[in-house]
């Protein structure tokens, strides 16, 4: 069964400090692997895709198909990361997105 | 330029009835997508159009649902004899080329339903 799966509904970190948001996921093909991201009264917006291989607003993601997760990192959190991240996946060339439950960031100043 | 627009951005209606969301996708895109978000979920795939037809509608819950895009361009999602289960946030997206690696879902704002 497809499904992605993010363990912490909640993370709190201090601003500064570095924050790993987790991801993995069960699929039997060859997914493409996504990070959105929430802000307060604001659309879900995609942050990254693992085949862009890409640092947004200093988050990366490493797709580990070993472990079958898709891990988010930021080095140095900041107050304006607060938000609910959205781990997806979805077949490569497909459409259809799955997405997990989502893990609410939460950076105290 | 404008975003994913839908209307209405809230709805409630009782148990039974009938109700229409709309979404106006980003003019030129092809794809179109809903999703339904439930409390403390992420949001759920219903259906996918490329173009006017739908490509994929193997979300729809049960056959109480039903989406058109005539025209291939706004999108509206129908439910039938609404359940207080029905209640959620209908999410719409659409995209320039679907299942494209660099394709991007742009989300519109949602319609809260809510089903007394």
């Known amino acids: 069964a497809q499904r992605v799966t993010q363990p912490e509904k909640l993370l709190s970190v201090f601003k500064g400090a570095p924050v790993e948001l987790k991801c993995n996921y069960s699929y039997s093909g060859s997914p493409e692997l996504f990070w959105y991201v929430q802000y307060s009264r604001q659309r879900l917006q995609l942050l990254l895709r693992?085949?862009s291989r890409e640092s947004i607003k200093g988050f990366t993601a490493d797709l580990n198909k070993g472990e079958t997760s898709f891990h988010l990192k930021k080095p140095f959190a900041q107050e304006e990361d607060s938000a609910m991240y959205y781990c997806?996946?979805?077949?490569?060339?497909?459409?259809?997105?799955?997405f997990g439950a989502g893990t609410r960031l939460f950076v105290k100043a | 330029g404008a975003g994913v627009s839908q209307t209405p951005s809230n709805k409630v209606t009782e148990k039974g009835k009938y109700v229409e969301l709309r979404c106006d996708p980003i003019?030129?895109?092809?794809?179109l997508y809903w999703y339904r978000q439930s409390l403390g979920q992420g949001p759920e795939f219903l259906i996918y159009?490329?173009?006017?037809?739908?490509?994929?509608d193997s979300g729809l819950p049960n056959d109480r649902f039903f989406a058109v895009r005539p025209e291939g361009s706004v999108s509206t999602l129908k439910i039938q004899r609404t359940e207080r289960g029905d209640s959620a946030v209908y999410l719409c997206?659409?995209?320039?080329?679907?299942?494209?690696?660099?394709?991007?879902?742009?989300f519109g704002p949602g319609t809260r339903l809510t089903v007394l």
């Open positions: 003019s030129g895109h092809t794809a």
């Open positions: 693992h085949i």
């Open positions: 159009f490329q173009g006017t037809g739908a490509a994929d």
């Open positions: 997806a996946l979805r077949n490569t060339g497909g459409f259809k997105t799955i």
């Open positions: 997206a659409s995209s320039f080329l679907a299942g494209v690696g660099t394709d991007t879902q742009y």
